[in-house]
């Protein structure tokens, strides 16, 4: 007698070991794989720390943070999504984020701070996991006006990770690894981690929509201008890049209180009767 129930029909239990490898689709792997490599990355980067090579250090840390910003991109255009991707690159990021940068600043500058500089690179670490959290179960909410939707809640964490490197790119420009540079550092890890926790709006472009035509050709420029510098210049160049994201922040915030001053004062406007 046949099996009344096909493979595909929704009453056959479903394996509880997960689908096979062979009903994955190849192009599945490859969002995957980024995510893998971006880890790899990350994690290499803490090993040179401790091996005494940072500048190479801080730029696996970096590496591992492009990549892992890719690979939800390369999901998307291969229309390869699925929940485990997301849930992998969510664990990513927190390596990637908060515990790599943290560790590689701390083995560079913060351990001169003793105890202290240990707790500030927790608390970024911690800091980058709740901010993380916090924007998965925000991605979820259907009642955000459309508006508030292109803010970040905080700062988001691959730009809490750029930030928190700024005393290594300092000490790469010549700062003295002083002990007073060492507490610079780390004062200023809490406040990147307070920074990733806050509820200070951020304006994300989201909302921007398309690029007139006629600007398409300056900001192509300008991209390959930043991406020569970055490479021939790479640690003034993040260094600036650092500093010009913290007098963002402020600028960012008034950006969203003047909007949102308006957009109350447009609801508590009385609506014109029809004649």
Same mark, same amino acid.
């Given at each position: 007698?046949?099996?009344?129930?096909?493979?595909?029909?929704?009453?056959?239990?479903?394996?509880?070991?997960?689908?096979?490898?062979?009903?994955i689709?190849?192009?599945?792997? $490859?969002?995957n794989?980024?995510?893998?490599?971006?880890?790899?990355?990350?994690?290499?980067?803490?090993?040179?720390?401790? +091996?005494?090579?940072? %500048?190479?250090?801080?730029?696996?840390? $970096?590496?591992?943070?492009?990549?892992?910003?890719?690979?939800?991109?390369?999901?998307?255009? $291969?229309k390869?999504t699925?929940?485990?991707?997301?849930?992998?690159?969510?664990?990513?990021?927190?390596?990637?984020?908060?515990?790599?940068?943290?560790?590689?600043?701390?083995?560079?500058?913060?351990?001169?701070?003793?105890?202290?500089?240990?707790?500030?690179?927790?608390?970024?670490?911690?800091?980058?996991?709740?901010?993380?959290?916090?924007?998965?179960?925000?991605?979820? %909410?259907?009642d955000?006006?459309?508006?508030r939707?292109?803010?970040?809640?905080?700062?988001?964490a691959?730009?809490?990770?750029?930030?928190?490197?700024?005393?290594?790119?300092?000490?790469?420009?010549?700062?003295?690894?002083?002990?007073?540079?060492?507490?610079?550092?780390?004062?200023?890890?809490?406040?990147?981690?307070?920074?990733?926790?806050?509820?200070?709006?951020?304006?994300?472009?989201?909302?921007?929509?398309?690029?007139?035509?006629? $600007?398409?050709?300056?900001?192509?420029?300008?991209?390959?201008?930043?991406?020569?510098?970055?490479?021939?210049?790479?640690?003034?160049?993040?260094?600036?890049?650092?500093?010009?994201?913290?007098?963002?922040?402020?600028?960012?915030?008034?950006?969203?209180r003047?909007? +949102?001053?308006a957009? %109350?004062?447009?609801?508590?406007?009385?609506v014109?009767?029809?004649?």
């Amino acid at each position: 007698m046949a099996d009344p129930l096909q493979p595909g029909d929704p009453a056959r239990p479903s394996d509880p070991r997960g689908p096979r490898i062979r009903e994955i689709p190849l192009r599945m792997v $490859l969002p995957n794989l980024v995510t893998v490599l971006a880890v790899c990355a990350g994690l290499t980067g803490i090993r040179l720390a401790f +091996e005494g090579r940072i %500048e190479l250090a801080v730029a696996m840390v $970096l590496l591992a943070a492009f990549l892992d910003g890719l690979d939800g991109r390369v999901a998307r255009a $291969l229309k390869a999504t699925s929940k485990f991707g997301a849930e992998m690159d969510s664990l990513a990021d927190i390596v990637n984020f908060g515990v790599a940068p943290g560790l590689v600043l701390y083995a560079y500058l913060l351990d001169g701070a003793g105890a202290p500089g240990w707790i500030a690179a927790l608390l970024f670490a911690i800091a980058c996991g709740l901010r993380l959290a916090r924007f998965n179960v925000m991605a979820h %909410e259907p009642d955000r006006d459309n508006w508030r939707s292109g803010y970040f809640t905080g700062v988001p964490a691959p730009a809490g990770a750029m930030l928190v490197l700024l005393p290594a790119y300092l000490g790469f420009l010549g700062f003295p690894q002083s002990v007073g540079f060492a507490w610079f550092s780390t004062v200023f890890t809490a406040l990147v981690a307070f920074l990733l926790v806050s509820r200070i709006p951020l304006w994300s472009g989201k909302n921007m929509g398309r690029i007139r035509s006629d $600007l398409m050709l300056p900001l192509l420029l300008v991209i390959v201008l930043y991406v020569l510098l970055l490479f021939n210049y790479p640690w003034h160049t993040m260094t600036v890049t650092a500093l010009g994201y913290l007098a963002f922040i402020p600028v960012s915030w008034i950006a969203y209180r003047r909007r +949102e001053t308006a957009e %109350e004062r447009d609801a508590a406007e009385p609506v014109a009767a029809p004649d």
